[in-house]
């Protein structure tokens, strides 16, 4: 039995996507204790604490919740097609080296586990423009595109209009669509949008039209390897 009741059934749907969140919580006992509240109605696949526990609290063959309303590539019911890690950590504050470890192993094991390229490693701002804010500013994406488990701008593209290079990336039509993507990508922006966001957009744009395994609006694409021990899945 898994230590959080709040599951259910994919709906005919198999992961594709990893969201990574943060708790927004004081410590990891709080975190843990929410999240398999059944009162709360809100779970995740793995909590991920400070020191570098990783700990699964819903089977991955089942649909956890804690993408909520939002979507991605175009595709809304985000919880069906998803893993949720949540990381503990009140937003306040850089993620601890044991934790970001651990991660990075964890991303590897599912990865492999469910054939999810690097481009189906999203933040929970990515795909909830607006609403949600996690794993915020802090968070190293950089450091797991190095390792092939995210995407990561390979240096500024061509001027396109930016709107195109959003929607092609997967971020859904929202005003605040602009601030998610700089939350990840250029984490101290400000202002209107600039001749930087668009270069950087369109290099991600191009690097997703260059994979042609990846269908526009799906994750089907054989992972990269990572060499990391894997954690077993959770039950």
Known sequence: MSPSP????????RPELIVIHYTGMADGPSARARLCDPLAQVSAHWLVHEDGRAEPLVPEH????????????????????SIGIELVNPGDRPFPEPQMAALEALLCAIMTRWSIPPQGVIG??????????DPGPRFDWRRLALQGLALWPDGPGADRPLADSLA????????????????????????????TDRR?????????????NIPQGEAAAPAAGGGREVPQRGS
């Open 6 to 13: 709040n599951h259910g059934d994919r709906r005919g749907q």
């Open 62 to 81: 089942r649909r956890a919740w804690h993408a909520g309303a939002g979507s991605w590539q175009g595709r809304e019911d985000v919880n069906s097609r």
């Open 124 to 133: 929970h701002s990515d795909m909830a423009p607006g609403r949600k804010i």
């Open 168 to 195: 092609r990336i997967g971020y859904p039509p929202d005003p605040a669509r602009l601030a998610a993507f700089r939350l990840r990508f250029r984490p101290w922006a400000c202002g209107p949008e600039d001749e």
């Open 200 to 212: 950087l957009a369109a290099t991600l744009a191009c690097a997703l039209l260059s994979c042609p």
